[in-house]
């Protein structure tokens, strides 16, 4: 089994993981490009970066033959359409109940006919992909994931379509040439699906000029707004690019928080819970009329009342759900906590995103969910915030801190 690849970007680069990618200051990304303008950013301009210590054809190979892949961890494309699953898995073998494990032979075969191979949700799968998708994220304020598409030579996986995320192509191997055309509809939200003005976007692509057209070579980096129309065919190679999908926060999540707020307040009045008068029916004009009239001023004022921190707490589960935490080898930790001295050094665990519960002052929630936590522990926790610490400069015993680690909140460190 191969070793995932190592490597790093230039160290002439923007150390973020977000300028890394753009050859430019995340600042004027943010200006010009994000969620409006689609951008291009040749390997040249990127100090040749080709993105080798994040993935490879030897990755691929890695996941399909040595990885147990299951569904939906891949899926297989020809001709604009998504192959069923069952031409490209099978049943696991004796002890593996699983029937739905990847078929490298079977994918062998597909791949040779011209059928593409998209190995989804690599931000889970593969470690280097892990990590980048993790500092991305959190760069960007928004949750990520990332998936591989790998074509056959003079073979195109999907027709022109669009997404309801904005989109990082990172060119890894071969060539591709990408055409991107103005969206038909702006901004598209997750139930507004292309196939949904699938003629319009079939128009838009074979008929405007195109906003971009240009082959990626390995080290280019494409940057699609949600919306944007696009197409690719691999040239005369293999061709495997990275997707990073942005999944954006919007002002229509801000809407629907400021409707459920509005909407837990007003339940609290007992007119708002009342029955509607007898024998009326909520489709009736004539009915809801009245109520709409009654309530307007009590939505206004709702509305009015509330104020920035109360929908940021709402948030926060949501927030706190969009990834996992930073990985924590389990036995390797457990082992770490039995050995622990007063010269160990520990940490808290990475991505937690700490929360307190107001109603519950011993209580934080977690990425992991939520602990109910002694003073010592509290106090543990709160002094972990500052960094990293030595077991002698905690102010609690061992024995707190060992129970920390087992349950996943602390490392121990090298």
Same mark, same amino acid.
């Given at each position: 089994?191969?070793?995932?690849? $190592?490597? @790093?970007?230039?160290? @002439?680069?923007?150390? @973020? ?13 943010? #200006? ?79 791949? $040779?006919?011209? $059928? ?18 993790? #500092?991305?994220?959190? #760069? ?57 003005? &699938? ?73 708002? &819970? ?41 948030? &926060? ?57 002694? #003073? ?39």
């Amino acid at each position: 089994m191969t070793t995932p690849p $190592a490597g @790093s970007a230039p160290a @002439s680069q923007d150390r @973020s993981t977000l300028g890394r990618l753009l050859a430019a200051a995340p600042a004027d990304f943010a #200006e010009r490009s994000w969620g409006t303008t689609p951008r291009h950013v040749p390997a040249t301009d990127r100090a040749g970066d080709t993105f080798t210590d994040l993935f490879s054809l030897d990755a691929v190979d890695d996941l399909l033959t040595h990885r147990g892949l299951r569904t939906p961890f891949i899926r297989m494309a020809q001709d604009g359409t998504t192959l069923p699953e069952n031409r490209f898995t099978r049943g696991g073998g004796t002890g593996a109940g699983a029937s739905d494990q990847v078929d490298e032979d079977r994918v062998r075969s597909l791949f $040779a006919g011209g $059928a593409t191979i998209v190995l989804q949700g690599l931000h889970r799968t593969w470690p280097p992909i892990a990590e980048f998708a993790r #500092e991305l994220g959190d #760069e960007l304020g928004h949750p990520v994931q990332v998936n591989a598409y790998i074509t056959p030579p003079q073979n195109q996986g999907f027709s022109a379509h669009y997404d309801v995320h904005d989109v990082f192509v990172l060119q890894v191997h071969g060539t591709k040439h990408w055409t991107l055309h103005e969206p038909v509809v702006a901004h598209p939200l997750r139930d507004q699906p292309w196939d949904t003005v &699938r003629e319009a976007v079939a128009h838009r692509a074979a008929q405007d000029a195109p906003l971009i057209d240009a082959v990626l070579a390995p080290g280019d980096v494409l940057y699609l707004p949600r919306g944007t129309i696009h197409a690719a065919a691999a040239q005369g190679e293999i061709s495997a690019h990275l997707t990073i999908g942005v999944h954006t926060w919007t002002p229509d999540h801000v809407t629907g928080a400021v409707l459920d707020a509005v909407r837990s307040r007003l339940r609290d009045q007992p007119t708002v &819970r009342a029955n509607l008068p007898l024998g009326a029916r909520p489709d009736d004009a004539a009915v809801v009329g009245p109520t709409l009239e009654q309530l307007r001023g009590a939505l206004h004022e709702a509305i009015d009342s509330l104020d920035a921190e109360e929908l940021a707490r709402y948030f &926060r589960p949501q927030v706190r759900v969009t990834r996992r935490p930073d990985p924590a080898p389990p036995l390797a930790q457990l082992a770490a906590a039995e050995g622990l001295g007063t010269a160990s050094t520990v940490a808290l665990r990475g991505g937690l995103e700490l929360g307190d519960d107001p109603a519950r002052p011993d209580r934080l929630h977690t990425r992991l969910g939520w602990f109910d936590l002694d #003073e010592d522990a509290r106090a543990v926790v709160t002094a972990l915030q500052d960094g990293p610490r030595r077991l002698d400069a905690l102010p609690a015993p061992l024995t707190v801190v060992q129970d920390l680690v087992r349950r996943g909140l602390v490392e121990v460190q090298p």
